[in-house]
């Protein structure tokens, strides 16, 4: 079953440019994590935020968590072309027997 | 230290034949995740193993679909009698701890086609 479901589902943008991507969830959760996929290739982790955090940074990469409205957000700041993929929230819980639900994805293409 | 390593990368089989996908986890990680990617589509939770248990299935299909992890060796996912349907990616994760407290490391995926 799907959890986190992503919007929008493309965006296309300039190099330089902000990119912003939402995901939605509909259960409790423990973490909610994002990761990126290059065409034809394997998930790459990009940042974790704990349920109990609002905000969290790792380089161009802002991301924040607002639980009562089961969202989160991901901002990439001055996207570069390299930063062309399809990027994924996935919500995961810390009780042993869970795994990692992942949403469609947003599919983001920066040109230069 | 190698990552999660999956091979083959490509696999092609005809209708009817089995397809056996091997899951290597990374070094120190004892739990095994395998998910399936359509085109165009996010990541569909099939099955969550420790050595020798399975932990939860309720992603897998009830038939032809089966996955082990023994106490020595890689993961192997196992289809029986594959139909076109079946063409897709399948990844494998691994992780160290219970749950998912921390992130997952994945691996590069075997590309299934079905002929």
């Known amino acids: 079953s799907q959890q986190g479901e992503e919007d929008p589902q493309a965006l296309s943008i300039q190099e330089g440019e902000n990119a912003t991507m939402n995901c939605s969830y509909k259960t409790s959760i423990n973490n909610l994590q994002w990761y990126r996929q290059n065409s034809g290739r394997g998930l790459v982790h990009l940042i974790l935020i704990r349920s109990n955090e609002r905000e969290k940074h790792s380089g161009r990469l802002r991301v924040t968590l607002d639980t009562s409205k089961k969202s989160s957000s991901l901002l990439i700041t001055a996207s570069r072309a390299a930063d062309t993929a399809s990027y994924f929230c996935?919500?995961?819980?810390?009780?042993?027997?869970?795994?990692?639900?992942f949403g469609k994805g947003t599919t983001l293409s920066v040109s230069s | 230290n190698a990552g999660v390593m999956q091979n083959p990368r490509h696999l092609v089989r005809r209708r009817g034949q089995e397809a056996r996908l091997r899951c290597s986890p990374m070094k120190g990680h004892s739990h095994v995740y395998w998910y399936r990617q359509l085109p165009e589509e996010g990541l569909k939770f099939m099955v969550y193993l420790q050595k020798e248990n399975i932990i939860d299935e309720s992603g897998m299909p009830k038939e032809r679909f089966s996955a082990e992890f023994p106490k020595e060796g890689p993961s192997i996912l196992r289809i029986q009698q594959v139909v076109r349907g079946d063409s897709a990616a399948y990844f494998c994760a691994s992780s160290p701890g219970t749950g998912f407290g921390t992130e997952a490391f994945f691996g590069q995926g075997t590309r299934l086609t079905v002929v």
């Open positions: 996935a919500t995961g819980s810390n009780q042993a027997g869970t795994a990692l639900i």
